[in-house]
């Protein structure tokens, strides 16, 4: 997902604490496996989750939800689809972000 993309999606706005929370615990997820990313986020105050976006060309999205489940979705996956498929219960194992 493309910067411009993240900046406009609904629900960017400034995160409550807890929301703040998931962005923290996906920025940490994204250090494991790229140290040096440039991260930002995106509120999805529908889904009591938030996505934290590696906003690079070739980077991707980890969404977390509340319970601190996750799914990562690789740049080639449109932002829509990866969201549909979090919705749907797909989560990536927290032990593929070492």
């Known amino acids: 997902m493309r910067e411009e993309r993240a900046a406009k999606a609904p629900g960017s706005s400034t995160p409550t604490p ?3 929370r998931l962005i923290e615990f996906g920025e940490m997820l994204y250090s494991r496996i790229a140290p040096d990313a440039d991260t930002g ?3 999805l105050p529908e889904d009591d989750a938030v996505a934290v976006v ?5 980077g991707g ?8 489940s996750v ?11 990866a969201l549909a498929n979090f919705r749907a219960g797909r989560r990536t194992p927290s032990d593929r972000f070492r």
């Open 41 to 43: 986020h995106v509120l």
């Open 61 to 68: 999205t980890i969404l977390v939800a509340a319970d601190r």
């Open 18 to 20: 807890q929301q703040r």
């Open 71 to 81: 799914l990562f979705s690789g740049s080639a996956l449109d932002f829509n689809t």
């Open 54 to 58: 590696h906003r690079a060309r070739g």
